[in-house]
């Protein structure tokens, strides 16, 4: 179909070479993150468990206001409190209340969630560099970071427009 015009109502349609590139994200990125997500699955944890694990074991003393956590794995908010119930649960995480903000929470990594994520950070890893990483060269790695920056930077801006 023919692109749109500056006064056209019609959408601007994608071109052959932006649908293919299109096309090809979306299905690469869902059967990369259902892979890694399976990969996982011999450690119990799933791709959000990892990440919210992931992130506690970087912050200090391994914690995390709820609504930061949420921020930082772009989960909603509702999403990151149904993985806390099932990751307290397991026993990998538990929520603590804030002293200063008597509505805040914060997320808080366990003696037993710190397993986890060591156990499973070696297959995480492997799982991530076979299917992924070793596919790219240096070049394309630094493309693809430039890339995801300003589609990422873009997104953030237009969501802070939105508060």
Known sequence: MARQNATSQEPQ?????EMKAWRRYIV?????L???DTDLENHDLSMSDYEILAQL???PERRLRMSELAEI?????????HRMKVMEKAGWVKREACPVDKRGYFA???PKGWKAI???APDHVASVRARFVDHLSKGDQVALAGIFEKVGDSL???????E
């Open 108 to 110: 808080v990594m366990t």
């Open 57 to 59: 074991s970087d912050a």
């Open 28 to 32: 690469a990125s869902r059967r990369l």
């Open 13 to 17: 349609w994608l071109t052959p070479t």
């Open 118 to 120: 060591v156990a499973a």
């Open 73 to 81: 794995a772009m989960l909603s908010r509702s999403r990151l409190s």
């Open 34 to 36: 259902e892979a890694l």
């Open 156 to 162: 953030r801006n237009e969501a802070s427009e939105k």
